[in-house]
């Protein structure tokens, strides 16, 4: 549904991205994770045909954002981070207005308009005066619009900023209502809103994609401390085997003395064995670890290390 | 497809007239033109009394024509009001929808920045147009008491129309340039009346160049239309003046996305 290969925005001198790759299929929830300034909204807006990039291609729903903007921008409802709405103008007429300027032909509009209103739960406001309305309302008013036209692909950037915790619940169940009749983006630099609502999630920061991976592995892998660290005052290759052939084990990366072990999480304990092996192998060992790292940690480690950690996987299929 | 793009544009023009009266812009814009335009009127048509009593009682013959006594200088007075107030009205088009960024609503929409622009100068257009029909008053009343001619009177309204087409189409073009209302109106405002008195250098100027600004004022493609006379020179003219603006709104618009 989006494929996006080499882009590259340039500011003047500042690079905003640089060289991003990725694609996301149809009916996928993706977040874009990433902290402040990281290009997550120059990314959008140039998907949504806002912008056009310096660099690069970026197709949606099969049509090139830059050769066929309209054609895109057709299939793409967009909320901005500030939510683009007029605020002396009622519910309701916005949104017959986002519908006409998204070519919702007219014999639709009003069940079109009605249909936004009720997936929004905005029924009971849909004849006020959208300047009258709450930030959270506002906000829902503002996805109702992307939402208007029966997108293939929404793109929201940072949809639940600045709502309270009951609209944040609200409006993250309403995009995991999305999934599967739409392809969504959201973006967010914050880690539980992804962890809640996205399948998937591509990591930016400074313009580059550090890691991109579904949530389950990236939990599975991170969270519940399934991978060790082991260090060893002699790595041997024949010890390493030895370790490998532990039933359990999944890979070891062996990174100078440091050896990371990948554990299958179904096992049971095997930590007295792995050390007893590297023991019996004359390997030293000189440190044990278990890597307990919540995906905040890993967020906050993709984020700051410079260098591109990238395990790759896009086409892996969702669990 | 072309009926969906003037759906489209109409839409866009559309809402904003509606903007125009859901907020005090409208509705402040049209009393102060009134007002003004009734002070015209009235003071027009009084001096209009005294100078026929005045021939009467001398025997100097019928004097004056009501379209030279009345008509010709209620619109051209009526010209520059609109110089001042027509800014007014422009000036919130793009610059308010850049400052609060509902701009992006129309830049992810599918509609082509043409599409947007034209929206734009419609909507403006039109209410200066509702302004322009109010004051249908003033020959009316003087069609009740009087037998004045119909043309010059056509022909003022016409060129009103298009001279305040020239003026929206530099309002929309500063307003697409900034965020700031006031900036845009300022501008908008300096450019019309910059225009308008051009012409005042052409005498100082060469033969040619002289003639250059004799045509670039916009007031004196409007002496034709005051005097009844409907030239297809000064209908071209302010056609290309409105189309010019309006063609650099679009390149500035289409600027604004590669910034």
């Not at chain 1, 103008?89 to 998204?102: C, G, I, P, S």
């Not at chain 2, 147009?129 to 043309?151: A, K």
């Not at chain 2, 020239?166 to 908008?188: D, K």
């Amino acid at each position: 549904m989006i494929e996006v290969s080499g882009l590259t925005k340039l500011y003047g001198p500042r690079t905003a991205i640089q060289d991003l790759n990725f694609t996301i299929k149809e009916g996928e929830i993706v977040g874009f994770l990433g902290p402040n300034g990281a290009g997550k909204s120059t990314t959008m807006k140039i998907l949504t045909g806002f912008m056009p990039a310096s660099f690069g291609t970026a197709k949606v729903a099969g049509f090139d954002v830059f050769d066929s903007p309209i054609d895109v921008k057709k299939n793409v409802g967009y909320l901005p981070e500030t939510p683009p709405v007029y605020l002396e103008m009622v519910v309701a007429d916005y949104l017959d207005y986002a519908a006409r300027l998204h070519d919702v032909p007219k014999a639709k509009r009003k069940a079109a308009v009605q249909s936004a209103v009720e997936r929004t739960g905005l029924s009971h406001v849909s004849k006020r005066i959208i300047g009258n309305l709450s930030k959270g309302y506002r906000q829902r008013v503002g996805l109702a619009q992307a939402l208007v036209h029966d997108p293939k692909v929404l793109i929201l950037d940072e949809p639940t900023v600045g709502l309270d915790p009951v609209q944040i619940i609200e409006i993250r169940e309403l995009i995991k209502g999305l999934a599967g009749q739409h392809t969504v983006i959201l973006s967010s630099h914050i880690l539980p809103e992804v962890t809640a609502t996205c399948q998937r999630i591509i990591v930016i920061n400074k313009g580059k994609i550090v890691a991109q991976d579904t949530i389950e592995r990236l939990t599975s892998r991170m969270n519940q401390g399934l991978v060790y660290h082991m260090e060893v005052k002699n790595p041997s290759a024949s010890g390493i085997s030895a370790l490998k052939s532990i039933s359990g084990v999944k890979a070891i990366t062996p990174e100078g003395p440091k050896l990371m072990i990948e554990i299958d999480p179904n096992q049971a304990e095997i930590r007295d064995r792995l050390v007893e092996a590297a023991v019996q192998e004359k390997m030293g060992v000189l440190e044990f670890s278990a890597e307990k790292l919540s995906l905040e940690d890993v967020f906050l480690q993709l984020t700051t290390v410079d260098q591109t950690v990238d395990q790759t996987t896009p086409q892996e299929k969702n669990v | 497809m072309s009926k969906t793009c003037n759906g489209k544009v109409w839409a866009i023009a559309c809402r904003d007239l509606k903007t125009y009266f859901a907020s005090p812009i409208a509705y402040i814009v049209i009393a102060g033109f009134l007002t003004l335009m009734g002070l015209m009127f009235f003071s027009n048509l009084s001096h209009f009394f005294v100078q026929q009593l005045q021939y009467k009682q001398f025997g100097m013959g019928k004097g004056v024509s009501l379209t030279e006594g009345i008509i010709r200088p209620l619109y051209g007075n009526m010209n520059v009001i609109l110089l001042l107030l027509v800014p007014l009205i422009t000036m919130r088009l793009f610059a308010e929808e850049k400052k609060l960024q509902t701009i992006q609503l129309l830049m992810t929409a599918p509609i082509t920045i043409g599409q947007m622009v034209m929206g734009k100068f419609l909507a403006a257009l039109m209410l200066v147009g509702i302004m322009l029909g109010l004051t249908l008053v003033y020959p009316l009343i003087l069609f009740i008491y009087g037998n004045p001619d119909l043309g010059p009177i056509f022909t003022s309204y016409l060129g009103t129309l298009l001279l305040s087409g020239c003026y929206v189409g530099m309002g929309v073009m500063f307003s697409s340039m900034t965020e700031n209302q006031i900036v845009a109106g300022v501008l908008t405002f300096a450019a019309g009346l910059l225009f308008w008195l051009i012409n005042w250098l052409s005498q100082f100027a060469g033969a040619v160049i002289g003639d250059v600004l004799d045509y670039l004022s916009i007031i004196q493609h409007y002496n034709n239309f005051s005097q009844g006379i409907l030239d297809s020179t000064d209908v071209i003219f302010y056609f290309s003046f409105i189309g010019i603006s309006l063609f650099l709104t679009h390149r500035v618009l289409d600027s604004y996305r590669w910034r």
